[in-house]
């Protein structure tokens, strides 16, 4: 069965500093979101993206965020210059259209430092 | 805004049913979910209801959905120690909405 991918798995990475999420989303999928689940806290709503622009976004999804689709496979989020509150299991979802269910990637936990 | 709220813990012994409980405060939710968080672990989806259901049963797992009271519950049949997990339920309103999330049921299943 198809999944979402994630990479990586663990990323730490010292304040200020940028780093890259990436998310290879199920192939026939179109709309894409990220969430954040801060350890021990809820899941929250970051971003949602489709036909190449922001759907909908967060408060938490400040100017130090954002999301691009470089190419036709690969989804990712950048934040610019990370904050130890950025410490957090970020996850990627997506589905073919919505409200039809998402499907979650395993997630990436950032640590930043 | 809208809000969905569930107990933090369970436990069950082994064998035994396990009924998580969610509530959630907005009345046009149109789909409700249910996740499954294994350690350190992605989210799975385990199942799902539209609004205009009252049950769904998928094998193990029945699903009540009480909207007048805006209530969702998992039960789990002949729970194993394989289902102990965090399980959150999740509601989403209109075409395009994120998903809201409950903080999460930590399921402890006892031997």
């Known amino acids: 069965e198809p999944e979402v991918t994630q990479t990586p798995s663990h990323q730490v990475t010292q304040m200020g500093q940028e780093v890259i999420l990436r998310c290879v989303p199920i192939?026939?999928?179109?709309?894409f979101y990220w969430y954040r689940q801060i350890l021990g806290q809820k899941v929250e709503f970051l971003v949602s993206?489709?036909?190449?622009?922001?759907?909908?976004k967060s408060e938490i999804f400040d100017d130090q965020f954002s999301v691009e689709r470089p190419d036709g496979s690969n989804f990712t989020l950048k934040i610019r210059s990370t904050k130890l509150e950025d410490s957090a299991m970020y996850f990627c979802?997506?589905?073919?259209?919505?409200?039809?269910?998402?499907?979650f990637g395993p997630g990436t936990r950032l640590l930043v430092l | 805004g809208e809000d969905v709220e569930q107990s933090l813990f369970l436990s069950v012994r082994e064998g035994d049913s396990s009924v998580i409980n969610c509530t959630y405060t907005?009345?046009?939710?149109?789909?409700l979910y249910w996740y499954k968080q294994e350690p350190g672990a992605g989210l799975q989806l385990l199942t799902y209801?539209?609004?205009?259901?009252d049950m769904k049963q998928d094998q193990r797992l029945t699903v009540l959905l009480n909207k007048k009271d805006k209530h969702l519950s998992l039960r789990i049949a002949d729970t194993q120690t394989g289902d102990s997990a965090i399980y959150f339920c999740?509601?989403?309103?209109?075409?395009?909405?994120?998903?809201?999330f409950g903080p999460g049921t930590r399921l402890s299943v006892l031997p």
């Open positions: 192939s026939n999928h179109l709309y």
């Open positions: 993206f489709y036909n190449n622009e922001i759907s909908e």
């Open positions: 999740a509601e989403r309103t209109d075409y395009g909405q994120n998903f809201v």
């Open positions: 979802a997506a589905t073919t259209r919505p409200p039809e269910t998402q499907y």
């Open positions: 907005d009345s046009s939710s149109t789909y």
């Open positions: 209801i539209f609004s205009n259901m």
